[in-house]
DNA sequence: TAGATTGTTAATCGATTAACAATC
DNA sequence: TAGATTGTTAATCGATTAACAATC
């Protein structure tokens, strides 16, 4: 593998996800080779954006022909990562922890949930994906190591979100979601994401009030 | 209200929610005023940056003094539209359908889900949240003209999602969040978010490698 | 007044797009 | 070969940062 000398914008890693899975539905219906202008037109993208974004990782494609389909996707998934399983932890067991413990998405991504944490006694012992019983919030670190857990989600609330992070900091973590709407802090070396849900309805929010304001 | 002329980013649209929620949280304390660098240093970017988003909308600070929290609080949500409530619609009633159905942070902003509907017969009739019970599909059109409905968040499977979008788009729905991990198209008029909590943790395995690498 | 902090302009940085030579 | 499409460079566009005059 090429090493990456000049910076990969974020924004380029987010598209590769999306055109990863434009080759997964390609590659079922049986398509054998696209042009980045196929792809472009799939996700929404411009040609040149397509292949600029892969030329940050090498040279997939093949002049006047296009990509082929099966191969392009193996490349994809292992610039991003997931030509491998990862184990995630969810820490939160509400709604939204359930939820993101039962949600396929992730499973057919090769995210594994394997570990449930909480520190409400009425949710502890309770099942809640996998077979996966909710554990108290203490036992991350151990729980952690003994499962091999390299990512966290975070779903408690607000109040509670710094306080988690630097658990999981502690415990090795690597790479964190946070879904507590919550500005948080992480050491160097700690990968963080922040999804801010009633955030992405306030962009739609201001949008549409520019719009009458037109 | 002063009518903009220049293209507001959307990143900066994103950034007025982090700083409205830290503007709560500092009212809350009972902080009267507060300086662009005060909210820089608690969200995460630079004075700088707080004071060009700012400047997007208007003039909002006292030289010398800085922000009146509760004045700011009220003017940004004012620019993000959330100075009304929103009446919402969530179609797909899963699991991650039915969690985001009971997120309290929706309602904490005055996001209020005003019907759940699926296509699953089993579903149906079942209640979800605020004794909403699920609808079905077909009801779309008919329930967003009577509930006043304007947004929308879809969390039905990936095949599903370009036939929900289209049914929306025809109910007059303006703005869109998708959870569906499916690139779908709209009209112009109609605002779209992508919400892709796969490709959220799949940024963190891309880093998680580099960082390998070095 | 002196110190502090805004609002704004100019400079920098980074990402996207356009264009085209390379080449299948 | 002619047509198609990549990989890459240069041009453009947009967003962030730095600096500072304005002003409380």
New interface residues.
């Given amino acids: 593998?090429k090493?990456?000398k000049i910076k990969?914008p974020?924004a380029t890693?987010?598209r590769?996800?999306?055109y990863s899975?434009?080759l997964e539905q390609a590659l079922e219906k049986g398509i054998v080779t696209v042009s980045s202008a196929d792809i472009a037109k799939?996700?929404?993208v411009t040609p040149a954006q397509v292949r600029k974004d892969l030329a940050y990782f090498g040279e997939f494609g093949t002049r006047g022909v296009g990509y082929k389909v099966e191969e392009l996707l193996k490349y994809i998934k292992k610039?991003?990562?997931?030509n491998t399983t990862?184990n995630?932890a969810i820490i939160g067991a509400g709604?939204?922890g359930?939820?993101?413990c039962?949600?396929k998405?992730?499973q057919?991504?090769g995210?594994h949930i394997k570990g449930v944490f909480d520190k409400d006694a009425n949710k502890i012992g309770q099942i809640m994906c996998n077979n996966i019983k909710v554990k108290h919030i203490e036992n991350i670190p151990q729980e952690i190591k003994k499962n091999d857990i390299?990512?966290a989600i975070i779903a408690v609330p607000?109040s509670a979100a710094q306080e988690v992070v630097d658990i999981l900091v502690k415990s090795g973590i690597?790479?964190?979601?946070n879904f507590a709407?919550?500005?948080v802090?992480v050491p160097k070396?700690v990968?963080l994401?922040q999804?801010?849900?009633?955030?992405?309805?306030?962009?739609?929010?201001?949008?549409?009030?520019?719009?009458v304001?037109k």
Same sequence: chains 1, 2.
């Fill in positions: 593998m090493t990456t990969v974020e890693v987010s590769l996800s999306v899975r434009y799939n996700v929404g610039i991003l990562g997931i990862w995630v709604n939204l359930t939820a993101l039962r949600y998405g992730f057919k991504r995210f390299t990512l607000a690597k790479g964190i979601i709407p919550q500005t802090n070396g990968f994401r999804v801010d849900l009633a955030a992405q309805l306030e962009v739609l929010t201001f949008n549409l009030n520019e719009e304001l």
